[in-house]
């Protein structure tokens, strides 16, 4: 069975612990406006148009998933420490993740460390085959209203609460909040956030603002990019410490 | 008449190039015509070497009878150095070496004496007492101006230099001293690029004893050292080879022991503090590690690191170790290695070994062969390599039949520090040290990998053109094949990628040359070694023509170990690095050069401390980082009054930004943007 695939970057530092290897896979079931991969978007083959170089590529390839192994770890001398290792990303790994099963298992049976990033609104069929391989997952928390999180992002929240408890019961969990004044940091979405993460237990929170990195992206595939107001530092600071004075250990992740 | 005479020998000699060198460097600094030609004037009246008649025992003690002596009344440590005198010089000056401190701490000039006069008479021995003796005038002139002056402690002062004649150092600040003596009288000779060598280990009895008996503290310690940098770092415009800041001022720290154990001491830590404290792009810190090196020394390394002075430079024990013992040095003096100017391994005070003579262009005998040959008879890859083989053996035959030209000056002030010298009554300069071997630096290694992987890729295997049809191309400087050029430019897999055939292509092409190297001897009898790193990266590509890496004619070379392709991770690049060969002859001097944002570094520090400590036992040969950003480096271009102590990794040194040539500038620039995916 193929996976698609977008892209393999080696010595990420941000998407799990230790060093990391990040496996990007294509198609994304939600839609937020500030996605800093819009390339992984849509399961298709997307045409990209790089600036740099003038030219055009396509972005995506189909692969056999056990035929990525050799290739992802090539870096695992360096996974040694701080528990290294490989992080699914995407778009959205939990859609492809029947796909990846093999490889999950080689990984694992390797005792290679497995991270996902997910947003994990997807059914909770393939968030169980991802319990069995994973160590840690990496959840977005988004807009946590059930009617903005349908209409905003496509997603399904109750679907999420039910993922997230059954996932949080069993492994760590560390949740990414994007920061954008517009959708999560709005006062109502925090509330809810703080709500959440008070029933909700994990190891950490990670808050970054989203970042302007993706806009040449978007140029590329031809998409146009909302544009956003800026976050100052004092309002993630008054969230960081919002989080933090409920007792959860929280960060500020700057890129 | 005489006078006239030696006048004329001056100025046919090598010694006008010196003086000539001297107007230059100072304008090099002061960038301004009117005080250069007064500077020039001066020197006119200045300047002086003695007769090149006279033996070079004579010759010390006539130079250092007249060096000017200023003493200064601010400065802790006593630092003189006269730049309008010199030694005189018909061949060429032994530098880019470091003594062995040890010695003078330990041997005081008297008990040189004793050493020398047990010598069998000769040539050697009447240069060699002349020379001590000159040093004794030398010490007697530097004590009475001392006393002349208006310094507050010229007692203590006075009897650390009277200390240097028969006695040895009693304290930590007396051994700074000496060595800062010995250090000037180096310089004060002609010999340029003189290194420091292993001072933590050199220091430590004195520093330990002085703690113990509270005569200092750590801080008073880091004081002292901070004002032996600042001194040294004082005459840079003057000490400074191509470039300003290239002093080769290479303090040496860390490393492993005989019994395969990591050295390190509080000396280690509070050189590393005290570079990172002045913030000076000179003098520089070469850490060596090994895969037991502490934690807390690579984290403190890394925040030295990542205030973008470009030291400690990382100097890998475990790969570097074992590559010179299976070259020949002895088992018991490689664990003491230190490095010339830039990162070059040699023996201290055992050794000539002239680490940075001359770059080997690897791409030169490629185009030579393009240019030559009747391409259409090579009509496949096997051949092609088979033909590049050739004109590598004919350019490295050539090549170092030229470098086995250069007649070095004897220098009895080098032999009085250099084991061998007296057992064989020979002068340092004539073949005297134990180890007497040439070092080449390699430059281009990667553009041409990248040539030779995109010809076999395009002409051998795609068959898209022949390559004749290929070699117009190139020949024609690409111009109208725009599209063909970034091709070639942009190969996704190239040098510096973690990729088998690019690593097998690169050790192919190193192995062919080590076998060609290794039937070579030099004029001393000695080895050549080389490296795949080098100072010469813009300086050689000037007259290279395009290459099929999508290089244009007089385009910069790739510099060092490094990868032009845009975002590489670094990893990966340490992989490569990793895996290349440098067995045999191969190791003089193998740096990884990365360029890093400083956030990246402050976001990140606990995890690039893991990266570093894991790259280690990887078995990277050695490493240095720029940290800048691109961001930083435009503006300061634009607007160099803002930036004024901007200091930036070049070579295997760091330099203010604001001082460099443009083309130096423009390929940082080229090079911050590539690694920040901006270009």
């Not at chain 1, 029947?98 to 996902?116: M, Q, V």
């Not at chain 2, 002239?354 to 096997?382: A, G």
């Not at chain 2, 134990?434 to 295997?461: E, P």
């Not at chain 2, 670094?570 to 191969?586: C, M, N, P, V």
Request: with cysteine; hydrophobic share 40%; net charge neutral.
């Amino acid at each position: 069975m193929k996976v698609r695939v977008s892209n393999i970057q080696r010595f990420c530092l941000h998407d799990g612990p230790g060093i990391r290897t990040v496996v990007f896979l294509k198609g994304c079931n939600l839609r937020c406006p500030w996605c800093a991969n819009p390339e992984n978007i849509d399961y298709d083959f997307t045409e990209y148009y790089d600036e740099k170089t003038n030219e055009k590529r396509i972005i995506g390839y189909d692969i056999e998933a056990l035929d990525l192994y050799d290739e992802i770890i090539k870096d695992k001398d360096y996974f040694r420490l701080n528990d290294g290792g490989i992080t699914f990303s995407g778009g959205e790994p939990l859609l492809q993740i029947k796909k990846l099963e093999p490889l999950l298992k080689k990984l694992k049976d390797n005792d290679i460390n497995i991270a996902i990033e997910t947003n994990l609104q997807v059914s909770t069929e393939l968030v169980e085959i991802a319990l069995k391989y994973v160590s840690e997952f990496i959840i977005d928390i988004k807009v946590l209203d059930k009617k903005n999180n349908h209409d905003i992002l496509l997603g399904d929240i109750d679907l999420y609460f039910k993922n997230v408890s059954l996932v949080s019961n069993k492994k760590p969990v560390v949740f990414r909040i994007p920061l954008s004044n517009e959708y999560t940091l709005t006062l109502e979405n925090q509330n809810l956030i703080i709500d959440f993460l008070k029933n909700n237990p994990c190891e950490m929170v990670q808050i970054f603002k989203i970042h302007n990195l993706a806009s040449s992206k978007y140029r590329a595939i031809g998409k146009e990019i909302m544009e956003f107001s800026h976050v100052d530092d004092e309002k993630v600071l008054n969230f960081y410490e919002k989080i933090k004075n409920i007792g959860v250990n929280v960060q500020i992740i700057k890129f | 008449m005489r006078k006239i005479k030696d006048l004329v020998l001056k100025y046919t000699s090598k010694t006008r190039l010196a003086h000539v060198i001297l107007v230059f460097r100072y304008h090099r600094k002061y960038k301004n015509i009117f005080k250069t030609f007064v500077f020039g004037v001066k020197s006119l009246f200045l300047f002086y070497a003695p007769s090149g008649r006279l033996s070079k025992g004579e010759q010390a003690k006539k130079l250092l009878s007249k060096v000017k002596i200023n003493i200064s009344d601010s400065d802790r440590f006593i630092y003189n150095i006269d730049v309008f005198k010199t030694m005189h010089r018909n061949g060429r000056m032994i530098d880019n070496i470091s003594i062995d401190y040890s010695r003078v701490l330990n041997e005081s000039l008297l008990d040189m004496k004793k050493r020398i006069s047990k010598l069998k008479k000769s040539s050697y021995l009447d240069d060699e007492l002349l020379t001590v003796d000159a040093i004794y005038t030398y010490l007697d002139r530097e004590i009475l101006a001392i006393r002349h002056s208006n310094r507050s402690d010229k007692e203590k002062i006075i009897k650390y230099l009277e200390n240097i004649k028969n006695g040895y150092p009693k304290s930590f600040e007396e051994a700074i001293q000496r060595i800062l003596f010995f250090n000037q009288l180096l310089w004060q000779s002609g010999h340029g690029l003189m290194g420091l060598g292993e001072l933590d280990r050199i220091l430590e009895k004195y520093y330990l004893n002085d703690i113990k008996s509270k005569k200092i503290t750590r801080e008073s310690a880091k004081n002292m050292i901070c004002d032996m940098l600042h001194i040294l770092h004082k005459l840079y415009w003057w000490k400074s080879n191509v470039l300003l800041g290239d002093t080769g001022q290479i303090i040496v720290l860390g490393g492993m022991t005989h019994d395969k154990k990591y050295f390190c001491n509080d000396l280690t830590y509070l050189f590393i503090e005290a570079v990172k404290e002045v913030q000076l792009p000179d003098p520089k810190v070469l850490l060596k590690v090994s895969k037991d090196v502490p934690r807390d020394l690579m984290k403190l390394s890394l925040d030295s690191i990542k205030t973008g002075i470009g030291c400690p430079l990382f100097s890998n024990d475990e790969v570097i170790i074992p590559k010179l013992i299976e070259f020949g040095y002895d088992e018991k003096d490689v664990y003491d290695y230190v490095t010339s100017a830039c990162w070059e391994p040699l023996i201290a005070s055992k050794s000539i070994d002239q680490n940075n003579i001359d770059s080997i262009v690897f791409i030169h005998p490629l185009t030579r062969m393009l240019e030559t040959e009747d391409l259409s008879k090579i009509n496949n890859f096997k051949k092609f390599m088979g033909k590049y083989n050739e004109y590598l053996e004919e350019y490295l035959i050539n090549f170092t039949n030229e470098i086995n030209q250069i007649i070095w000056e004897k220098s009895p002030v080098l032999s009085l520090f250099t084991d061998g010298c007296d057992k064989k009554s020979v002068d340092i300069g004539d073949g005297g040290a134990i180890y007497n071997n040439y070092g080449l630096t390699g430059v281009s290694l990667g553009n041409t990998v990248n040539s030779i992987y995109n010809i076999k890729k395009i002409v051998f295997d795609d068959k898209k053109y022949t390559l004749e049809e290929f070699n117009d191309f190139r020949k024609n400087n690409f111009v109208g094949y725009d599209d063909l050029k970034s091709e070639l430019k942009n190969q996704p897999v190239r040098f510096g990628c973690d990729d088998d055939e690019i690593i097998t292509l690169t050790n192919e092409i190193t192995s062919y040359a080590d076998k060609i190297i290794s039937k070579i001897s030099n004029r001393l009898g000695g080895k050549f070694k080389f490296g795949f790193s080098a100072p010469t990266y813009i300086i050689k590509s000037g007259n290279e023509a395009a290459s099929f890496d999508g290089r244009c004619d007089g385009e910069a070379f790739g510099v060092h170990i490094s990868s032009d392709k845009s975002s590489l991770a670094y990893t990966e690049l340490i992989q490569f690095a990793s895996k290349l060969d440098y067995s045999g002859h191969r190791f003089n001097g193998n740096v990884i050069d990365f360029m890093i944002v400083p956030s990246f570094i402050e976001n990140n520090f606990d995890k690039m401390v893991d990266f570093l400590m894991l790259s280690i036992g990887l078995g990277f040969f050695q490493m240095q980082m720029n940290v800048v950003s691109s961001d930083t480096l435009i503006k300061a271009k634009a607007n160099p009054k803002d930036y004024e102590g901007l200091i930036v990794r070049v070579w295997g040194f760091s330099a203010y930004f604001n001082e460099l040539p443009l083309a130096y500038k423009d390929l940082l620039i080229e090079r911050a943007l590539k690694n920040e995916g901006k270009s």
